[in-house]
C-alpha cells in the first residue's frame, strides 16, 4: 500500500460498533425543537465510523486490531465477543462506514421525524458493522437479527403506502431464513465440539470442522446456504425484495441494496465454502443453477418494470446471481471476484437507488411510462442516471465491469472443467439484456420528447447534498474502475487460501 | 524518445474531456479550441512516434515495441496495460488524429449555434477521439477493449445528442433517442461476443498480450479449433463494432446525430476499430483458413447489399451511410480473401501463396486509410450542405454547384474516389482489393466462395460510382430545389478549410502510399507464420502497376464505373432518362424493398421486442402471479382474511410466518431431492 496509517488505534473495531451506537442514542435525543439539528449529529458519528473504517483500508497488518474477550462461559458452553477483520470483510467494512455517512448526507433534507430516521441508519450501521466484524457465531447471529429491526422501522415509518405489507414480508422472510441458519449454526457448533466444551467462536469450529462427515457437511451446508441465500436474494424466495426496496426511503434502499444483501453472500463464502468444503463440492451445481436463474430471471423481470426503483431491485437480484456464480466454481479467482463484485455493486446499487429515489422527490414519480425527455430539464439528475446505469451494465474502465470480467472468466474455467461451454452463454446473454432494460429506461425517461403526462412546473434538480452524496459516490466507481488492484488486493490472500481449502477436498 | 511517451497520444485528449466536461461552459466555444489542441497534440506525437518507429531496428525485427507494466490480476493471471506500436498502430494513430483534427475545427463552424451543448458535444469528440488513439496503442485485448467500449458509449452519447430538446421538434427527438440505443445495443451484442473470445483467449493463452498471443509457439500450442472459436468470437464484435452483415442495420439510424459526428464515426474512429482489430488479429486469424473465408464472406455481403440500399435513398447523409457499409465491406473481403491465401499458404509452406495473401492485407489497410480520408471530406461536405441549406433531403436540394463552389468542387473529389475513378486514391487500392479476391477464388475447396464475392464485389463498384453520382448530380447539378432557394451561400472559413485540405489526400493519397510506402503497411503481417517481407523492399512501384494494369479485368471495372457515371449524368444531371419509368415510379417490388432495407430494421424489431419484452412479460407474469401469487394466497389462506393483500396488517403476522414457514421447509425438502437427483453426495 502506498500509504500506511502511522497509528494503531486501541479498540479500533469496538469503536467501530459503538461509535455509531452512542450516535443513534444522541440522535434520538434531538427531538422535538432540536430535530433539524439531528442530522447533523447523525452526520458527524457517521463521519467518525466512516473516517475509522477507512483507517482500517491503510493498516498493512489487520491482525494488530483483533479483539477477544470470553463473553459467557457456563457448563461447558463459551460464547464470546471476538471482533476480526481480515480480506473478507474489510472492504465489506469499508462500504458500511462510506455508504451509511453518505446516505446520511443524501437524506438531508428528511423533515419527517429526523432524529427517528437517522438513529435508525445509525442502529442499523452497528448491526451491519458488527455482521462483518464477528468472530464468534453467537455475536454473528445476535448482530444478523440487529440489522432487521432498524430496516423493519425505516420501511414501516418512513416507507411509501405499501410500507405495512413490504415490512411484514422483509421481517418474516429474512426472519424464517435466519431461524433456518440458525439451525444450521447450533449444527456446526455443536458438531465441532464433538462432546467437548461448546465453543461458538469462528476459530474454535473451524479446527472442530475437520471431522466434520461429508453427509454431515451436505446437509448442514443445505441448511446453511438456504438461511444465507434468502438474503441474497435468490430466485424463487425473492419476492420480499422488490416490494421491500419499492416502499423504503432511499436510504433505507441504499443500505439494503448496498450492504444487507451481501450480508448473505458473506455469510456463504465465511460459514459455507470455509467450514464444509465437502458440502460446497456437493452443492455446487446447485449454485450454479440457482445463480444463472437468478441472474437470467432478474435481467428479464427488469425490462418488464415499471418503476424505476423496482427495476434496480431486480437488477440488483440479476448482480447478485453473478455473486453466487461466482462462488459457485469454488476457485481462486471465482472467490476473488466474487467478494470484489459484492463491493462493486455496493457502490453502483447504492448510486442507482439514490438516482431512483431522487426521481421520486424531485419528479414526483418514479414511473417509467410517465416520464420521458427528462435529461434537458434535470441535467444534473440524468449525468448521474446515466453513470449509474452505464456502472451497472458494465462499462470498461468502470467498478463493475472488472468484476463482472473476473466472474465471468471464473465462470468459464469451471465450465471448460465440466465440459460445458455453452453454459457461459448465459452470462453473455445477461450482460446483454442488463444493458437493453438500462437504455431502453433511458430512453424513456431522460430522451425522447418531453413527457406531457406529468406536472413539470414544480419539478426540480437535484439538491446540494444529493449531489456531494452522489458525486463521492460516483468518484468512488471510478476510482477503484480505473484501479482495480485497489480493492482486489485485499482479496487476493484470503481468495487463494480459501481457494486452497477447497481445493484440498 | 517518443515512443516512450505513447501513452500521451490518448492521455491528452482525455484530459481534455475531463477539462471540457467540468469546465467547459466557461470556454470560447464550450471548449472547441481546446479540443482541436488536443488532437492536434496526439497528430503531431503520433508522426514523430512513427518517425521514430519507422527508422528504427525494432523495425523490421521484431516488428513491434512494448512496454507495460501488471495493472492487475485475475487470479495468476496478469493484466497488463502499456502500448505496442507496430506499423499498423501508426498509420491508425495518424489518420485517426489527422482527420479528427480537421473535423474538430469544422465544428467549430458547424456546431456554433447549439450554445450550451456544445461542452458536452466537445467533450464527448474529445473522449472518442482517445478511444480510437488508445485502442491503436493498446498492447493487449483488455486493455482494447477498453478503448473499444469508451468509443461505443461516446457513439451512444453523441448519435443521441438531439436525443432531447431537438431543434426540429418532437419527433426528431424520439428518433434520436431510438437511434442512440439501437447503435449502443446492436455493437454491444458484438461486443459480448468479443469478450466471450477474450475468455477464450485468456483461458488457452494464459495472457491476453499480443505479444504473448501472437507469438507462433504459442499459438501452436493451443488446440486449434480453439483458436478458431476465439477468432470467430472476435469477429462477432467486429460486425457488431464495424456495423457489418447481419448487424449493419444501426449504422443508417445513426445519421440522428450531427453531421460531424457521422464523419467521426464513418472515417476515423468508431468503425474503422473493426477494420483495425481484425488487422491486428492475422497471426490469430490466419491459424484457421476458415476463419478468413467467413471474415470474407462477411465482407462481401455486406458490400453488396448495402450498397443496394444506397441506390434509392433521397437522404444524402444515409446514402454515405450506406456507401461506409459497403466500403467497409470491401476492406474485409480483402483482409479475408488475403488472409484466407495466407492460412492456406502457411498450411502447405507455399511462399508465393503467403506473398499474393498479403496483397490483400495491404489492401485492406490501404482501402482504410484512403476511405477515412474520401468518407470524411464526403461527410463534411454534405454537412457543409445541410449547414447551407437546412435539408438533408437530396430532391431539395440541386443546382448547388453555382452557390456552395468549394463544397461541390470537394465533393466532386472525394466522389470520384469512393467510386475508383482511374488514378484517384480510390481506384488503386479497390483494384487491389478485386485482384485479391479473385485470386483467392483458385485456392483451396472453399474458395469458389470468393469467386462468388469477387462478382458481387465488381457490381458493387458498379453502383457505388451510380449512387455517388447519383448523389452528387442531385445536390449540386439538376434542377434547384426548394432548399436551394433558402442556401445562405458558401459555409464559413472553418469548415472550408478542412474540406480543401483534405480534398488533395482524398485524391491523391492512396497513390504516395502505395508506391512509395507499401512497405511500412505490409510488414504490418511480416513473421506471421513463413511470411517474410523481402529485404527491407515492397512491392514496388513496377510490381504494383503490373498488378493492376495487366490485368483485364482492371478495364472491365474502369468501364464499369465510367458507364455509371455517365447513367447517372443522364438520370439527374441532364434528366434526360426518367429513372422513375424503370421502378414503376416506386411501386416495383425491389424499389419497396430497398426502401424498406429489405425489411431488415422490421425483421430486427420483431426478433428483439419478442425475445426482450415477450418473454420479459412471461417472466414478469410468472413473478407477480405464480411465485408472489403463491406466498400471498398461502398467507391469506391461514390468516383468513380472504382480502386482497393491500388489507394485510400487523395483527396476523404469527399465522404469516407459519404459512411462509411451511412453505419454506417445503420447497426446502422439494430443493435437497431435486439436488440428490443432479448427482450429489
Known amino acids: 500500500m502506498f500509504f500506511e496509517f502511522p497509528f494503531e488505534i486501541p479498540y479500533l473495531l469496538t469503536l467501530l460498533l459503538v461509535v455509531p451506537l452512542i450516535g443513534a442514542v444522541a440522535t434520538l435525543a434531538m427531538g422535538g425543537e432540536r430535530q433539524k439539528y439531528a442530522k447533523y449529529v447523525a452526520g458527524t458519528f457517521s463521519g467518525i465510523a466512516m473516517v475509522l473504517s477507512l483507517v482500517l483500508l491503510f493498516t498493512p497488518d489487520l491482525s494488530v486490531y483483533n479483539e477477544s474477550y470470553t463473553w459467557i462461559e457456563t457448563a461447558g458452553v463459551r460464547m464470546s465477543y471476538i471482533l476480526t477483520v481480515d480480506g473478507l470483510s474489510i472492504l465489506m467494512v469499508f462500504l458500511t462506514g462510506v455508504l451509511v455517512f453518505l446516505s446520511t448526507v443524501f437524506s438531508a433534507r428528511e423533515h419527517d421525524r429526523p432524529h427517528y430516521f437517522f438513529a435508525l441508519l445509525l442502529a442499523m450501521e452497528v448491526g451491519l458493522m458488527g455482521v462483518y466484524m464477528a468472530g464468534d457465531y453467537f455475536l454473528f447471529y445476535i448482530l444478523w437479527e440487529v440489522t432487521l429491526i432498524p430496516m423493519y422501522f425505516l420501511i414501516a415509518w418512513f416507507g411509501g403506502p405499501r410500507r405495512h405489507y413490504a415490512a411484514i414480508k422483509f421481517f418474516i422472510y429474512t426472519h424464517v431464513a435466519s431461524l433456518v441458519m440458525l439451525i444450521g449454526i447450533f449444527a456446526i457448533v455443536f458438531g465441532a465440539a464433538g462432546g467437548g466444551t461448546v465453543d461458538f467462536s469462528f476459530a474454535a469450529v473451524l479446527a472442530g470442522s475437520a471431522a466434520f462427515s461429508t453427509t454431515f457437511q451436505t446437509l448442514v451446508f443445505g441448511l446453511l446456504f438456504f438461511g444465507f441465500a434468502v438474503k441474497m436474494p435468490i430466485v424463487p424466495f425473492h419476492t420480499w425484495l422488490p416490494d421491500a426496496h419499492t416502499e423504503a426511503p432511499t436510504a433505507g434502499s441504499v443500505l439494503l441494496a448496498g450492504v444487507m444483501l451481501k450480508m448473505g453472500s458473506y455469510g456463504i463464502i465465511r460459514v459455507c465454502l470455509e467450514l464444509l468444503p465437502d458440502g460446497a463440492q456437493a452443492w455446487q451445481m446447485t449454485m450454479v443453477f440457482i445463480g444463472i436463474l437468478a441472474m437470467v430471471y432478474g435481467a428479464y423481470a427488469c425490462i418488464a418494470q415499471k418503476d424505476l426503483k423496482k427495476m434496480v431491485a431486480f437488477s440488483s437480484i440479476s448482480h447478485m446471481g453473478m455473486v453466487m456464480i461466482a462462488m459457485a466454481c469454488l476457485s481462486d479467482i471465482g472467490i476473488q471476484f466474487a467478494v470484489f463484485q459484492m463491493f462493486a455493486h455496493g457502490l453502483i446499487s447504492a448510486v442507482l437507488f439514490m438516482v431512483a429515489g431522487a426521481a421520486g422527490h424531485n419528479i414526483g414519480t418514479r414511473e417509467i411510462p410517465l416520464l420521458g425527455g427528462l435529461a434537458g430539464k434535470l441535467p444534473v439528475f440524468a449525468a448521474f442516471m446515466m453513470f449509474g446505469f452505464l456502472a451497472s451494465l458494465g462499462l470498461p474502465g468502470l467498478v463493475g465491469f472488472w468484476a463482472e470480467f473476473g466472474i465471468i472468466f471464473s465462470f468459464y474455467e469451471y465450465t471448460v472443467s465440466i465440459d460445458m461451454i455453452w453454459l457461459i452463454a448465459f452470462c453473455l446473454i445477461t450482460l446483454l439484456l442488463t444493458a437493453g432494460y438500462y437504455l431502453w429506461a433511458a430512453q424513456r425517461t431522460l430522451f425522447g420528447r418531453l413527457t406531457t403526462k406529468i406536472d413539470l412546473t414544480h419539478i426540480h434538480d437535484l439538491s446540494r447534498p444529493e449531489v456531494v452524496a452522489l458525486g463521492a459516490t460516483c468518484a468512488l466507481i471510478a476510482l477503484f474502475g480505473l484501479w482495480p488492484d485497489l480493492a482486489l488486493g485485499f482479496i487476493k490472500d484470503y481468495a487463494s487460501s480459501l481457494a486452497l481449502t477447497l481445493g484440498a477436498v | ?681
Open chain 2, 1 to 681: 524518445m517518443f515512443i516512450e511517451y505513447t501513452w500521451l497520444v490518448p492521455l491528452v485528449p482525455v484530459l481534455c474531456f475531463v477539462a471540457i466536461g467540468f469546465l467547459g461552459k466557461k470556454m470560447p466555444e464550450g471548449g472547441g479550441p481546446l479540443a482541436v489542441f488536443g488532437a492536434l497534440f496526439a497528430c503531431v506525437l503520433s508522426v514523430l512516434i512513427s518517425y521514430e518507429f519507422f527508422t528504427s531496428s525494432a523495425y523490421a525485427d521484431p516488428g513491434y515495441v512494448t512496454a507495460q507494466i501488471t495493472w492487475f490480476s485475475i487470479g495468476s493471471f496478469d493484466i497488463n496495460i502499456g502500448y505496442y506500436i507496430d506499423s499498423l498502430s501508426c498509420l491508425v494513430m495518424m489518420f485517426a488524429s489527422f482527420i479528427s483534427t480537421l473535423i474538430f475545427v469544422y465544428s467549430i463552424g458547424y456546431m456554433h449555434g447549439e450554445g450550451a451543448k456544445k461542452r458536452r458535444y466537445y467533450a464527448q469528440v474529445s473522449l472518442f477521439l482517445t478511444g480510437m488513439l488508445g485502442l491503436a496503442i493498446s498492447s493487449n485485448f483488455l486493455e482494447m477493449f477498453v478503448f473499444w467500449e469508451a468509443m461505443g458509449l461516446c457513439s451512444y452519447l453523441l448519435i443521441g445528442f438531439w436525443g432531447f430538446d431537438h431543434p426540429k421538434g418532437d419527433d426528431a427527438t424520439d428518433v434520436a433517442a431510438s437511434a442512440a440505443k439501437k447503435a449502443f445495443l446492436v455493437t454491444r451484442l458484438g461486443d459480448v461476443c468479443l469478450m466471450g473470445g477474450m475468455f477464450v483467449l485468456l483461458y488457452e493463452f494464459g495472457s491476453l498480450d499480443y505479444a504473448a498471443v501472437f507469438d507462433a509457439s504459442a499459438m501452436a500450442a493451443v488446440d486449434p479449433s480453439m483458436i478458431m472459436l476465439g477468432s470467430l468470437l472476435i469477429f462477432g464484435g467486429v460486425i457488431g463494432k464495424s456495423a457489418q452483415f447481419p448487424l449493419l442495420d444501426w449504422l443508417p439510424d445513426a445519421m440522428a446525430g450531427p453531421t460531424t459526428v457521422s464523419a467521426l464515426i464513418h472515417a476515423a474512429t468508431m468503425v474503422k476499430a473493426g477494420v483495425f482489430l481484425v488487422a491486428r488479429c492475422f497471426p490469430l486469424f490466419t491459424q484457421n483458413p476458415e476463419v478468413m473465408l467467413f471474415v470474407g464472406v462477411i465482407g462481401g455481403i455486406t458490400a453488396f447489399f448495402a450498397a443496394t440500399m444506397a441506390l434509392n435513398n433521397m437522404n444524402i447523409k444515409k446514402v454515405l451511410a450506406y456507401s461506409t457499409l459497403s466500403q467497409l465491406g470491401y476492406m474485409f473481403l480483402a483482409l479475408g480473401a488475403g488472409g484466407y491465401m495466407m492460412a492456406l499458404g502457411m498450411q502447405t509452406h507455399d511462399h508465393h501463396l503467403m506473398a499474393i495473401g498479403a496483397i490483400g492485407y495491404t489492401a485492406g489497410c490501404l482501402h482504410m486509410v484512403n476511405h477515412a480520408f474520401f468518407k470524411a471530406l464526403l461527410f463534411l461536405g454534405s454537412g457543409s450542405v445541410i449547414h447551407s441549406t437546412g435539408t438533408e433531403d437530396m430532391r431539395e436540394m440541386g443546382g448547388l454547384h453555382g452557390k456552395m463552389k468549394i463544397t461541390s468542387i470537394t465533393m466532386l473529389i472525394g466522389s470520384l474516389s469512393i467510386a475508383g475513378f482511374p488514378f484517384f486514391s480510390g481506384f488503386w487500392s479497390k483494384e487491389l482489393v478485386l485482384e485479391t479476391v479473385m485470386h483467392a477464388g483458385d485456392y483451396g475447396a472453399e474458395g469458389y466462395l470468393f469467386t462468388i464475392m469477387w462478382i458481387l464485389a465488381i457490381v458493387t463498384a458498379f453502383m457505388t460510382a451510380f449512387y455517388m453520382f447519383r448523389m452528387w448530380f442531385m445536390t449540386f447539378k439538376g434542377k434547384p430545389g426548394h432548399g436551394t432557394e433558402h442556401c445562405h451561400g458558401e459555409s464559413p472559413k472553418s469548415m472550408t478549410v478542412p474540406l480543401i485540405i483534405l480534398a488533395p489526400f482524398a485524391a491523391a493519397l492512396g497513390a504516395i502510399l502505395l508506391f512509395g510506402f507499401d512497405e511500412y503497411v505490409t510488414i504490418g503481417i511480416n513473421h506471421v507464420g513463413e511470411f517474410q517481407l523481402g529485404s527491407g523492399h515492397g512491392h514496388g512501384l513496377e510490381g504494383w502497376l503490373e498488378d493492376i494494369f495487366m490485368s483485364i479485368y482492371t478495364y472491365l471495372t474502369i468501364a464499369l464505373v465510367l458507364a455509371a457515371i455517365g447513367i447517372a449524368y443522364f438520370m439527374y444531371s441532364k434528366m434526360s432518362v426518367d429513372p422513375g419509368k424503370l421502378n414503376k415510379n416506386g411501386s416495383s417490388m425491389i424499389y419497396r424493398a430497398l426502401s424498406n432495407r429489405w425489411w431488415f430494421p422490421q425483421l430486427y424489431d420483431q426478433i428483439g421486442w419478442k425475445l426482450g419484452n415477450g418473454v420479459a412479460r412471461g417472466v414478469e407474469f410468472v413473478d407477480t402471479q405464480v411465485v408472489d401469487g403463491t406466498v400471498n394466497a398461502l398467507s391469506s389462506a391461514v390468516a383468513g382474511s380472504g382480502d386482497s393483500i393491500g388489507k394485510m396488517q400487523t395483527g396476523n403476522m404469527r399465522d404469516y410466518a407459519a404459512v411462509v414457514m411451511f412453505g419454506i421447509v417445503s420447497l426446502f425438502a422439494v430443493m435437497l431431492v431435486l439436488f440428490y437427483f443432479m448427482g450429489g453426495a
